[in-house]
């Protein structure tokens, strides 16, 4: 069965600085896609990066990028010059095979940006 | 754009009471979707949809009905509310995976059901 685990309950950065968030998956799919969320306090869930297993490339978008690993089945998320808007939950996902619809979250990590 | 529109945000119930959640897309999704977001479980798959008249059981769907009537509309009903509901719930959205596999799930605002 997939799994997704976020091993990093909180983390914290100083504005300016990156920071990088883990997560690793498991799954016997070699076709699968990885998705990180953001979840600021206000509780909306804000879709930030994609990345697909056959794709050759990092994905990135503005000041996130994904370091994707997939020998070691991993998929950080990596943002860089932390702002203190960046503060919230961040969950990974992933939905295993072009079949199944069904995306399978992480437990989150939250992200404290401090000035 | 209303995107994913969930209704209410907050609600109380008494043990045993029943009520229904409301969600609708406005996005033409065929794929839909409620979640169960819990302190350190992350989200957690309750039910979801790929069309109207189809509905499948996720990770927890014990205590919850769903139906699909129509693309737009996919509601959550609690049949019989226990404190172990007390969560927020979250509907969500997204094209089909076979026709844009990178498509990414769109949520609603979220639903916070404290149940006594």
């Known amino acids: 069965a997939q799994k997704i685990t976020q091993t990093q309950p909180g983390m914290f950065v100083q504005e300016k600085e990156a920071v990088t968030l ?3 998956y498991d799954t016997s799919d070699q076709s699968y896609g990885l998705f990180w969320y953001k979840q600021p306090s206000s509780g909306e869930m804000i879709f930030l990066i994609y990345q697909g297993s056959y794709d050759e490339q990092n994905a990135t978008e ?7 690993q997939k020998a070691r089945k991993s998929a950080n998320l990596v943002i860089s010059a932390s ?11 992933m939905r295993e095979g072009w079949s199944t619809d069904k995306l399978i979250f992480g437990t989150g990590t939250r992200l404290q940006v401090f000035p | 754009n209303a995107g994913v529109t969930q209704t209410p945000k907050f609600q109380v119930l008494k043990t045993g009471q029943s009520m229904t959640l409301q969600c609708a897309q406005d996005m033409n999704h065929e794929y839909m979707s409620w979640y169960r977001q819990d302190p350190g479980m992350g989200l957690r798959l309750i039910h979801y949809s790929v069309g109207a008249g189809i509905t499948d059981q996720g990770e927890v769907p014990n205590g919850y009905n769903v139906s699909r009537s129509t693309t737009e509309d996919f509601p ?3 049949l019989s509310a226990a404190p172990s509901q007390t969560s927020v719930y979250f509907c969500a959205s997204s094209l089909l995976a ?7 799930l769109h949520f609603g605002n979220g639903t916070r059901l404290t149940v006594t």
């Open chain 1, 22 to 24: 883990d997560c690793t």
């Open chain 1, 62 to 68: 503005g000041r996130y990028s994904l370091n994707f």
């Open chain 1, 83 to 93: 702002q203190l808007g960046d503060s919230a939950m961040y969950f990974c996902a």
């Open chain 2, 76 to 78: 959550l009903r609690l």
């Open chain 2, 98 to 104: 076979v026709s844009s596999y990178n498509s990414p």
